[in-house]
């Protein structure tokens, strides 16, 4: 069975401070890896997408990772800022269909 | 460039009553089309997916229906709702074969009282 397990489940930090969040995945076939950020009553918003080949990409102070042998996908957000408290999703996909991970929920505070 | 429209974003409506969500899809052409829930405080969950006119693929069995009477429309539709059937409610596309992420609409939210 496809699944995508995130953690930690929820996080707060000082604003300004750098945070890490996790994605572990059994998804096979694997197509490529999203990690996406959704404001609360808004749609997801897409942040970055690799592939097999990738294992890193940055999105100006997100940056992800992926390490398609242990399957694991890391999100690093750097000097973070009151704006980036939202759910931050990491989306995983097989061909047509994608394996959501139920999300981490962070909150940063001043 | 490509949008995604999604309507209404909000709405009320009484158990039993039928339901109509639209969405639509500019700038591209053969987009596959996606009909997804987020429960409060839950993961996203794929209701229905299409690849083309007329083809619906359902994922889990409800109360709802999916419709693609064109190549970028796709309507969800209820004939009788249930208290269930409340939570938000998100239409995406993609398209095959590109690295285009997947684009979520901005969401509707369904409060069945």
């Known amino acids: 069975k496809n699944q995508v397990e995130q953690s930690p489940q929820s996080l707060i930090i000082l604003e300004g401070k750098n945070c890490t969040l996790q994605c572990n995945y059994t998804v096979s076939p694997f197509s490529n890896l999203r990690w996406y950020k959704q404001d609360t009553g808004r749609g997801p918003v897409s942040l970055t997408i690799m592939t097999f080949s990738e294992n890193t990409k940055s999105n100006g102070r997100y940056t992800a990772t992926l390490d398609a042998d242990t399957k694991q996908s890391s999100l690093h957000i750097t000097a973070s800022q009151l704006s980036d408290s939202a759910s931050y999703i990491c989306?995983?996909?097989?061909?047509?269909?994608?394996?959501f991970g139920t999300g981490t929920r962070l909150t940063i505070i001043p | 460039s490509q949008t995604i429209h999604q309507w209404p974003a909000t709405l009320v409506q009484p158990v039993g009553s039928p339901l109509s969500l639209e969405c639509t899809v500019e700038?591209?052409?053969?987009?596959?089309l996606y009909w997804y829930r987020q429960a409060a405080g839950r993961g996203l969950q794929l209701l229905f997916y299409?690849?083309?006119?007329?083809?619906i693929s359902s994922e889990v069995p409800q109360n709802l229906s999916a419709s693609r009477p064109q190549d970028r429309q796709f309507i969800l539709s209820s004939k009788k709702l249930l208290l269930s059937d409340s939570g938000f409610y998100l239409c995406?596309?993609?398209?095959?074969?590109?690295?285009?992420?997947?684009?979520f609409g901005s969401g509707t939210r369904l409060t069945v009282v």
């Open positions: 299409s690849v083309g006119i007329g083809q």
């Open positions: 989306v995983v996909s097989a061909y047509v269909k994608l394996t």
């Open positions: 995406a596309w993609t398209n095959t074969g590109t690295r285009i992420g997947y684009t």
């Open positions: 700038g591209t052409s053969n987009p596959n």
